[in-house]
């Protein structure tokens, strides 16, 4: 699941939507609704994040926070660390490496300190 994905299904089950009333709403797929929901597509555009907005009435520091989160929601990310040192290629790769493997306390605690930097 992405952050984008994970907000938005938030939104729908607090507001009572199913899947298929959003989609028939955003004349999109109950399907690819799912799919975006579950991170298995790309991450939105800013069509349809603005859509989703619109649809729930969202405005200002909320629409600007479904937009900071659809940014960060793409779920295959590729890390170029062209002209960086040795350091910053060894970590992109260790966490490609064991990204799956990670407790979800040590996820948490690391998306902290970089959230923090």
């Given at each position: ?55 729930f ?13 659809a ?30 493997k ?16």
């Amino acid at each position: 699941m992405t952050p984008f994905g994970l907000k938005v299904r938030a939104m729908r089950t607090e507001k009572g939507v199913t899947l298929k009333e959003m989609a028939r709403a955003l004349d999109v797929s109950p399907a690819y609704l799912s799919a975006l929901e579950h991170g298995r597509r790309s991450r939105p555009s800013r069509a349809h994040v603005h859509r989703v907005c619109v649809y729930f009435n969202i405005i200002w520091d909320d629409a600007e926070e479904l937009e900071r989160l659809a940014a960060l929601s793409h779920p295959r990310v590729t890390v170029d660390t062209a002209g960086l040192g040795a350091e910053a290629t060894e970590l992109a790769n260790r966490l490609a490496q064991s990204i799956r493997k990670l407790p979800q306390a040590k996820v948490e605690r690391l998306l902290a300190e970089l959230r923090e930097g």
